[in-house]
């Protein structure tokens, strides 16, 4: 791989690209990630990365996203219940045995599934090829028997990666990443196998980013919601755009942010017309089958492949 240029996708300029459709006439497909994590106390230690940015044992830290699991998430649940939203949870697999109830409550709502590595605190720099298949192969295989669901989709455990790891997940079938952030549209893949679609999974308007980083009140954090949609929704009207918001119980849900937060859904849903409330699985699905040829024949025909075109030439 050119470490300047890993040729995981071509650029392809937002203009004139093949129109996006959603089912049903929509204009922008809408879908919430609540990222369900569980945190190790005292995590092994990674040379690359600290398991907590302070030393550790972390117990505030480690506390923090307990609160989390115990209260956060219900309240969430709670929230998304009363407006009939499904969410797609970003799952630490090591969850299935801490907090079977959160698992079992989000499944009975008809909720998705994807990976989101074994723990948070399990980084993906340093493991062998053997290691990073083991950790996909346990997360298929332990979802399927708590939910009865194929997960479909991954992001990396705390955005960690290897040289190596779209094509992995391309080898087992998972249909998106969310691990990239270069499109507000789906785009394929350059994996070896399969149909990889990079699935618009947006840091600007994650939580941990609006309130760990960019230290926004409740208020403003809605209002940066509000305005991305709106702006999604126009450009939509043209081709079909999409918008994520990754959840994280532990800060949306507090007491003094989550009235704020219903604020934002509910303008959203104010457009329930124009938009496909969906989840990562049916958004990636559909892109696969109905715009991942137009897509590569653009980009060929506008001679934009670097490097060849590198997709893979994979059935559905």
Known sequence: MNRSDPNLYDYWPYRDRPKIVWPGGKRIAFWIAPNIEFYEFDPPVNPSRPGWPRPAPDVVGYSQR?????????????????????????LSIGLIDHHPEIIEAANARGWEFFSHGIYNTRYSYGMNEAQERAVLEDSIRSVEAATGQRIRGYLAPALTHTTRTLDL??????????DLFQDDQPQPLKT?????????????????IGYSVMGMDPWRYADVLKRHFDQLLIEGRESGT??????????VSQPNRIRAFENALEHIMGHRDEVWFA????????YREHCWDATVADITRRGLATGGTGFADAPL
């Open 66 to 90: 307990d609160w989390g699991n115990r209260i956060g998430h219900w309240r969430l649940q709670d929230l998304l219940d009363r407006h009939s939203l499904r969410g797609s949870v970003s």
């Open 169 to 178: 997940i391309a080898e087992h079938d998972f249909w998106y990443s969310c």
């Open 192 to 208: 070896r196998t399969g149909r990889l679609v990079s699935m618009p999974y947006s840091l600007e308007v994650n939580d941990v």
């Open 242 to 251: 999409v918008m994520c918001i990754p959840l994280h119980a532990y800060l």
């Open 279 to 286: 989840t990562g699985s049916e958004i990636a699905a559909h």
